[in-house]
Each structure stands twice: as structure tokens, then as C-alpha cells.
């Protein structure tokens, strides 16, 4: 088989176009962005105070600088931006689908630094997520719920608003050691790319997808085990929003609840955490979104006596394993699957490596 044989065997229809060198050229420039753009960012963050002090939900000893996501929101626009211009998008509608998530995008980065750094009442950050959600409702972004009832409108809106604002406060809440959240991302990301790659017409989608993968492998490079910086609430929130979106940006359709198991199983890791975070706090009586403490996945691997490193690997696998499950469900073939695998782990292990060969060095 020649070069463009194993291409088209990937999905990609014109080997010979710029359409697959836009989105690889995406992915490179938000990779390398976030990577080169974070020390900038940390090194102003640890002057002005823009850091998480140790406390009951983080691991952190000493203070850790947490304007991370301004980095990762600045790699995934800037690629975008000069991506666009490369490749103008012609598909109107789909570019409004985009700028609509990235708007929404937008506007939780601002609430989850505000967050980060003065602090904001519960009531308020759920406000700002549902108003952000029904954005994306009001511009054809739904799970669309197809029953045969008068209320099948009110239902998708229902059902959208919640699995958006789930999974946003999902990569929230879990975001508490170093590596984790930026490592399932990034699986989220390839996978959901792979299937987005496959989709006529979602050439918008795809390029979101690749630059939101490229920040999350260049976060990752300062962010595994020994941490030197962390996304924050406005990281999360971008991540957790972004991959929301994009895993119900194909025009979903629920007849059963069974049609909600691809993106369910995408993102859940998440999904199964932060659920049993949620019922433990409840039955304690305590409120799950302002009760800081290590009853997470990655609390319980840590006392079992795994190292953060360990165990994030250990989390990465059960991510990776249910995003494989999840590209089978989309009815991506054999190659494709393998090939996402096979790709995600080698970026992951060579950003891995680079980390902890860095961790060996002074930290200037």
C-alpha cells in the first residue's frame, strides 16, 4: 500500500490536498504555542500572586501558579486564527458552530480566571455555565431528543444544558493532580478528532478539535508530575466546555438512551468520577460543588500507594480504553482506531519523557 493508500485507509478523502496538512499544521502550532507561551506565563503569574495555595482538594505543598488555561486558550486561537487563513472555511453554518463554541469557550475562560483569582460564588459560575450552554442551543448545537412526545424540544434543550454543564464542572472537579486532567483531555481530543475527521463537512470542527489537542500535549509538558503550573477553573472550563460541544457536534439524536453511549463513553472517566463524588457529598450532607476534599479516583490510587505518576498513567489507560470503546461505537474501522491509539500514546510518552527529563534539571 503506498502513502496515499494508508491515508485514504484513515479517512482522509484527498491525500493529496491541504485539507489533513491544515489540521496537523494546527495541532503543531497550538502544541507549540502553549509549550513555548506557559513559562512567560508562569513567571508573571508566580509575580502577581496568580497562584493556589495548598489545600484539601490539591496536592500542591507550596503555592502553584494557576493561570495555566490562559496559556491553553491562547495556543488553540492563535492556531485557529492562522489556520483560518490558511484554509478559509467556507462552510458558514459550520463556522458559526465553531464560533459559537469558542465564544462560549471565551467566556468561561474569563469567569474561571475571575474564579482563580478573587473567587465566585457557586451560584454564579452555574449561571454563566447554563447561559453558555443554551448558546449553543441557539445555534443547532443539541442532543436531539427524538421520542414521539410534545416535549421532545424542552427535553434536547434539558438534556444539552445538563451534559454540558455536567461535563464542564466534571474537568473541574477532577482537576486536582498534576497531569491528570491535562493527559484525558488530550486522549478526549484525538478521539474525538479521529471521528470529526470522518464527518462531510465538520473541516471547522476538526481543526477546534487538533488545536485543543496540541494545547493539552503542550500544557502537559510543564503540567506532568512534578507540576510547575496548573490550568485552574479557566482552563477546566474551557476543556471541559470544548469537548462537550464538540462530542454532540454531529447532530446527535437520541430515539433510546442507548444513542447517548458514544459520547458518554468519550468523556467517562469524568462522567464516573465526578458521579460518585456528587452522591458521597450528598449522603455526607455536604454541598458537592463547595466542598473541597480527596474523595476523587486519583485521591483513592494515591492511598492505595501509587505515585501521581502512576496513577495518572493508570487513569490515562481507563480513558484511553473507553475513548477506543467510544470510536467503535462511531464505527471508525480497525486502522482508524489503531492509528489514534497508536498516535495518542506516543505523544503522550514522548511528552512524558521530556517532562521528566526537564524534572532532572534546576527550575529557573
Do not use: C
Amino acid at each position: 500500500m503506498n502513502i496515499n493508500g494508508f491515508l485514504q485507509s484513515l479517512g482522509i478523502a484527498d491525500p493529496g490536498g491541504s485539507g489533513w496538512l491544515a489540521v496537523v499544521f494546527t495541532f503543531m502550532l497550538a502544541w507549540i504555542v502553549t509549550w513555548r507561551f506557559i513559562p512567560t506565563v508562569r513567571k508573571f503569574a508566580l509575580r502577581v500572586g496568580w497562584a493556589d495555595q495548598p489545600n484539601a482538594r490539591r496536592l500542591n505543598r507550596e503555592p502553584l501558579p494557576n493561570a495555566g488555561g490562559l496559556a491553553i486558550y491562547t495556543g488553540v486561537i492563535a492556531a485557529l486564527v492562522l489556520a483560518s487563513l490558511l484554509r478559509p472555511i467556507e462552510v458558514q453554518n459550520v463556522l458559526i458552530q465553531v464560533l459559537t463554541i469558542l465564544l462560549g469557550g471565551s467566556i468561561l475562560v474569563l469567569i474561571g480566571f475571575i474564579d482563580d483569582q478573587f473567587g465566585l460564588p457557586s451560584s454564579v459560575r452555574m449561571l454563566v455555565q447554563v447561559l453558555t450552554a443554551l448558546l449553543l442551543v441557539a445555534n443547532g448545537i443539541t442532543i436531539q431528543i427524538a421520542i414521539g412526545t410534545p416535549f421532545d424540544s424542552t427535553l434536547s434543550i434539558l438534556v444539552t444544558v445538563l451534559w454540558v454543564v455536567g461535563i464542564t464542572n466534571a474537568i473541574n472537579l477532577m482537576d486536582g493532580m498534576d497531569g491528570l486532567v491535562g493527559g484525558i483531555g488530550f486522549i478526549t481530543a484525538m478521539s474525538l478528532l479521529a471521528v470529526s475527521a470522518q464527518i462531510p463537512n465538520r473541516a471547522a470542527a476538526t481543526l477546534v478539535l487538533a488545536a485543543l489537542g496540541g494545547a493539552a500535549l503542550g500544557f502537559l509538558r510543564h503540567n506532568f508530575h512534578p507540576s510547575r503550573i496548573i490550568m485552574g477553573d479557566a482552563g477546566a472550563y474551557f476543556f471541559g466546555y470544548v469537548l462537550a460541544a464538540t462530542a454532540i457536534l454531529g447532530k446527535l439524536q437520541a430515539s433510546t438512551i442507548f444513542a447517548l453511549v458514544p459520547p458518554v463513553l468519550f468523556l467517562l472517566l469524568p462522567v464516573l468520577d465526578t458521579t460518585q463524588v456528587i452522591v458521597r457529598r450528598l449522603m455526607a450532607g455536604k454541598n458537592p460543588m463547595n466542598t473541597p476534599g480527596k474523595d476523587h479516583l486519583h485521591h483513592r490510587l494515591l492511598a492505595w500507594g501509587l505515585s501521581q505518576r502512576h496513577a495518572a498513567f493508570t487513569l490515562w489507560s481507563i480513558a484511553l480504553f473507553s475513548n477506543l470503546l467510544a470510536m467503535h461505537f462511531q464505527r471508525l474501522n480497525l486502522v482508524q482506531i489503531a492509528a489514534t491509539v497508536s498516535i495518542t500514546i506516543v505523544l503522550l510518552a514522548f511528552t512524558v519523557w521530556q517532562r521528566i527529563r526537564a524534572a532532572k534539571m534546576p527550575i529557573k
